[in-house]
Structures are given as C-alpha cells and as structure tokens.
C-alpha cells in the first residue's frame, strides 16, 4: 500500500501511547499466567510501542506488517505455550497490525460525525472498550466450561492431551453418562414436568395482570406493579425462605404444585414487563371498535388484542421458561427429593462428588438458554415491526 504524506498522517504523540496501552494490556494478560504481572505491562507496552514505530515510520507497508507480526506473534506464542499459545498470539498479531494502521491513518474518525471533539471521539470508543471488556470477561467462563465438557479423563482442567488438540483428550463419555444415569435423568425429567406447568401459570396471571394495569382507570397501579415485580428485586434467598415458611404452614412446602407455584411467581414479573412493554404501542381503539361492533371482552381479546401482544407474550413465557427451568435457590427450600431438578442435581454433584458429567449438563443449558434468547430477540423485533417502530 502506497504511503501518504506525513501531513495526513496522525501524530505519532497520539498513536503510540494508545497502542502501547494496549500492548501493556496484552503483556499484562500473559505476565499473569507467568507470575511475571509487572514485568508483562512493561514489556508488552514497550514491544508494540516499538514495532509500531517501526510498522509506520519505516516500513509502512500495512499488509506487511498485518501478516509478519501475526506470524512472529504466532511463533513465541507457539514456543510459549504450543498450539494454544501460537493460536492466540496469531489473533493477537493480525489485531496489533491492524490496530496500529487503523490509528495511524486516522481510520477511526471514518465512522463518527466530524463534528466531535478529540474528547467525545476519546469516550466515544472508550465506552464501546468497556462494553466489549465486560462482555469479554462474563462471557469468557462460559467458553472455558463447553471444551472442558469434551474431556477425555475426569478433571475440571485442561489436560495436555487438550492443550495440544490431540483427539484423544476429547470424549462425549460425560454426555453419554449424563444420557443414560438415572439419576439426571429423573432430575431432566422433573424439570420438564415442572418448567412448562410454571410457565403456563406465569403467562396466564402475568398478562391478565399486564392488561389490567394497563388500563388508566385502575387505582394503585403503581402500588400493585411494583409488589408483582417484587420477586424480581427482593434477593432470592429472601424470596425462598419466605415461601418455606408460608408453604409449610398450608401443606405445600415439599410438594409437585408447591414448587410449580413457586416458580410461576418468580416468573410472572417477567410476564407483566414485556406484555407491559408490548401495550405501550396498542391501539386501544381497535377494541372499542370491537365492542361497537358486538364481540364480547374474551372475543375480543383473542381476536384482536391478542395476536398483536403475542410476541410479548412469549417472550415474557420463554423469559419465564428459563427462569424456573434454571431455577435451583428456591427448589432446595420449597422442593423434596421427588422434586429434584436438573439445577439441583448439578448443585449436589459439586458439593458431593465432583463430576464432569455437571460441564456437559451445564453447556446443554447454555445451548438451550441462547436458542430461546435468540427466539426472543427475533419476536422482540417482530414486534417492533408490527407496531411500526422500525422497518420491515
């Protein structure tokens, strides 16, 4: 790529601290897995403040340097750390590469309006890295439990064996034995008996309540919302003691339609608020030309009110589903052990014995939770559509 003058070019006062930040950042990651924090932020910021230098003020050469750097990146991670080591440092490589041209053209300000200051442009990128960072570290824990779900042997860690993706150190034996034990087969089973029925119950209060409230001539609106989402606020532990004692004074605590009432209070406040959301667009006039025209309340309901609140209604009820399908705080209080679920199940597994078998449960789980979550934002956008909030 041919080079531009340096008068186009950013300063090299603003672009090599920034990628020395983000070296040091970098170095700080892997000091850590070597004890050596302090010594990694300064070699990191130091190494990338000066091959960044180099990258702009010699060569000059983007696509040059994109694939050398990946390339010495990838080979010390490999003498660090074998494939995974060569695998990361590639990434890291092709990033820094692209990282420091980005910079250093002034590729950054393509995309925001040209109006904003060197401050706004500063926390307009800031922010995004902090969002990225949190996403980063909740999302990391769950892609370290799902390759841990494959282990060949009975550990919690990476065997060597994984390290350097040798197929013998991967195995479904910890899904074959979660399939065929009867005793997380009876705990999927009670899950499945007892999620639905508490999801039904949940959406059936929860958008009577939502419809209800909704009307501007109920008094206390206000009032009544906040104790129906209460379960929501009040810590869980709070919640399900509370239950034991009112359950065990009525003859339901350690019984099927004690948990199942349960978790359909727990669910409801997640009903009311995305039927609640959904309303906020409802034109009320199509039922009161309903009632002109001779239907009563209930047809008119599932005639016309209905089918524009259903995405709300079932996101509200997969919102629901997940909550008591994943649910374990209130099931140890409220439930027995004929009530025992999947979640209790893995919470006993950790606490008892230490299996593997609880890594393939817990990623089947994360599989399920982001399939209904990715149903709910596809609903949440149909719903936007049919209340003309956004484009088709």
Partial sequence: MAALTPISRTPVSFYLPVVAAAGAFAGMLVGNAKDSLLIGILVGAAIMAAIAYIATQVLSNEKLVRWGLTT????????????PGAVVGGLFGWFFGWFTFWLY????????????????????FTFRVICGTIFVFLITPILVVMPLSFNAENFFTFTPEMLRFDPAGYSLK???DFLTSSDWQNALRNSLMIAPVATILSVSFGTLAAI?????????????????ISPMIVPLII???????????IGLQGTYI????????????????TVTATLVGFDRSLTRAAAN????????????????????VISGALFAFITSFDEVVVVLFVGSAGQKTLPWQMFTGLREQISPTILAVATILVVVSVILLTVVELLRRRSERLRGMSPG
């Fill in 105 to 124: 053209e002034g590729r950054y300000r393509a995309k925001v309006a040209p109006y904003l200051t060197p401050g706004q442009v500063l926390w307009h």
């Fill in 174 to 176: 910890h899904y074959k």
């Fill in 212 to 228: 209800g409230l909704s009307q501007p001539h109920v008094p206390f609106r206000r009032a009544i919302m906040a104790i129906l």
């Fill in 293 to 312: 025209m001779g239907a009563n309340p209930v047809t008119t309901f599932f005639r016309v009110q209905m089918p524009l609140i259903l995405p709300g």
């Fill in 72 to 83: 010495l990146v990838a080979v010390a991670g490999f003498a660090m750390s074998g494939i």
């Fill in 239 to 249: 919640s399900a003691a509370g239950m034991y004692f009112f359950y065990s004074r």
């Fill in 258 to 273: 004690g948990v199942v009432l349960a978790h359909a209070a727990l669910g409801i406040p997640f009903v009311i608020i």
